[in-house]
């Protein structure tokens, strides 16, 4: 339950759930279950007339011209900023740089920041492909070590694998908050903790993290966060990055042009830039403002329901899920079935059939049940895992409009492939 003014609040799931207008289609008469949230959520409808609103209602160029729809345009740019800056607890709204999505932000990092020559990167085998590949490339560029924690075989990590790691050259760690297969959360504050301790700043991938828990970065200490906008109810192509102010101030720029700059002198035939700060550093060209604003009111939309409350209700509907798999003959679970380290998310084979496109393909065609399926852009963690990528696991993720209805047609599902399958 959330509360207002000390006022205790009955969340209205089923009211929720009517926010979306992509879950009032039908297809072949049938309701559609959509659990591939962690891939893209759903957009409520407070998000989609947020941005209709910008298209309909001042279209124009925020920041660059000073009539009426410019000025609109630019008040609303800025406001959702802020709400984005809310959403996180930054300490400051500035900190928050808009991108295109997580994999921009996680790369902006790994180009920019300033390490030391001979110094090491450190990341994990769990991560997302653009949390790692962005910092080897880092490595194999500037001749800088690299090193790579192991996840334990349930998605979690030991503690013992980081002090070990984590020492004195260590400049910089990409390490994903929560893992968009096994669903675990990283013990993170440890983490940051230990590797402040020991002079090296912390990349967070919080693109799966986010949407589903209450994210405070000033709380983590954090030093950078990546976060995917289209997985927290928010439009497709924005993203954002975090970076404490110091960090981002003292980054090199990694695109230039209209708006990165306070003045552009020409002085004894040289051109002479002067750069503005963040966030218009890091904001080349002309933005999103629509995608923008769209963030904006996704942040404010998720913050009305409360982020605890939403992550109750998914480790509830997971909860659900994972006891009746764990039963099911043939159902193998990657991660660990502990629901209070995990996203609301269950990733699993099915030896029966020859792929995890044949389990999604069957759940789809037969129950309109959409799920994931594939490697995930997590290669490296499939391998240790012994899982050929290619077969690939299937995945199941719970957002805060789906209810028990859906895990109950997903399972039934599940049992009658195994039952066609076995």
């Not at 590949?133 to 998605?155: C, S, T, W, Y």
Request: glycine letters at 8%.
């Amino acid at each position: 339950m959330a509360t207002d003014g000390g006022l205790i609040l009955v969340i209205d799931w089923k009211k929720i759930r009517n926010d979306f207008p992509a879950l009032e289609r039908t297809i072949n008469g049938r309701p559609v279950v959509y659990l591939d949230s962690a891939c893209m959520a759903l957009k409520p409808r407070q998000v989609i007339d947020a941005m209709n609103e910008y298209y309909e209602q001042y279209p124009a160029c925020g920041g660059r011209s000073i009539h009426k729809f410019g000025e609109e345009a630019s008040n609303a740019y800025i406001a959702s900023r802020g709400k984005f800056a809310k959403f996180i607890n930054a300490a400051q709204q500035e900190e928050c740089i808009w991108t295109r999505n997580a994999t921009e932000s996680l790369n902006i990092v790994a180009s920019s920041v300033s390490l030391p020559k001979g110094s090491k990167i450190i990341t994990t085998s769990l991560e997302h492909h653009s949390g790692s590949l962005p910092f080897v490339e880092r490595a194999k560029r500037d001749g800088l070590n690299i090193e790579i924690v192991k996840a334990q075989p349930d998605g979690t990590f030991d503690m013992e694998d980081w002090k070990k790691a984590i020492d004195n050259k260590t400049s910089l760690i990409s390490v994903v908050h929560s893992s968009n297969v096994t669903g675990t959360v990283a013990p993170m504050r440890e983490i940051v903790e230990l590797a402040h301790d020991r002079g090296a700043l912390v990349m967070c991938d919080d693109a799966q993290y986010a949407p589903h828990h209450p994210l405070d970065v000033q709380a983590l200490d954090v030093d950078f966060s990546a976060i995917s906008v289209h997985k927290m109810c928010g439009p497709t192509g924005m993203g954002v990055l975090y970076g404490k102010m110091e960090l981002l101030e003292s980054m090199n720029m990694c695109l230039y042009g209209g708006d990165t700059v306070s003045d552009v002198r020409f002085e004894n035939n040289k051109i002479l830039p002067e750069y503005l700060p963040p966030p218009e550093k890091y904001e080349a060209g002309l933005q999103n403002y629509a995608g923008a604003i769209g963030a904006g009111a996704a942040a404010e939309y998720l913050q009305s329901i409360g982020m605890r409350e939403i992550e109750k209700h998914e480790r509830s509907l997971l909860e659900m899920a994972l006891k009746r798999l764990l039963e099911m003959e043939h159902v193998h679970i990657l991660g660990t079935d502990d629901i209070s380290i995990k996203t609301g998310l269950v990733t699993f084979t099915v030896d029966t059939v020859p792929s995890a496109h044949d389990v999604a393909t069957f759940l789809n065609d037969e129950h309109n049940v959409m799920v994931r399926s594939g490697w995930h852009c997590v290669g490296p963690f499939h391998y240790q895992m012994g899982i050929d990528p290619k077969k690939g696991t299937a995945r199941a993720s719970f957002y805060l409009y789906n209810n028990q209805s859906d895990v109950e047609t997903f399972l039934e599902g599940m049992d009658l492939l195994i039952e066609a399958s076995s």
